[in-house]
Nanobody, 125 residues
């Protein structure tokens, strides 16, 4: 089992940047594919980006390509989401997620085994 704790959310103006972090504890961090999901008010939770166990493979949804960057540090048991050129549409609660299988994360959120409690990102216009 793995426990996930997100941090770094907050209020930012459109065009600004934020860096989210997700610290993991529990079983071997490098055994898990990781992902960031988000859920805006009144909407379903959706995948933003996923990263493979080694960090060599990433998957971004079209709406964040070129603006968001995911990375992981397996030595620190931490995954990061650098968010640049933020837009009001990026406003949501952002969740860190982990699963042994990359495909499960990419097809998520259903079936993903482990979740953090989320961190709120608000982008003002």
């Amino acid at each position: 089992q793995v426990q996930l704790v997100e941090s770094g959310g907050g209020l930012v103006q459109a065009g600004g940047s934020l860096r989210l972090s997700c610290a993991a504890s529990g079983r071997t961090f490098s055994s898990y594919t990781l992902g960031w999901f988000r859920q805006a008010p009144g909407k379903e939770r959706e995948l933003v980006v996923a990263i493979s166990r080694t960090g060599n493979g990433t998957y971004y949804v079209e709406s964040v390509k070129g603006r968001f960057t995911i990375s992981r540090d397996n030595a620190k048991n931490t995954v990061y989401l650098q968010m640049d050129s933020l837009k009001p549409d990026d406003t949501a609660v952002y969740y860190c997620a982990a699963d042994p299988k990359l495909g499960t994360v990419v097809r998520g959120p259903r079936g993903v085994n482990y979740w953090g409690k989320g961190t709120l990102v608000t982008v003002s216009s």
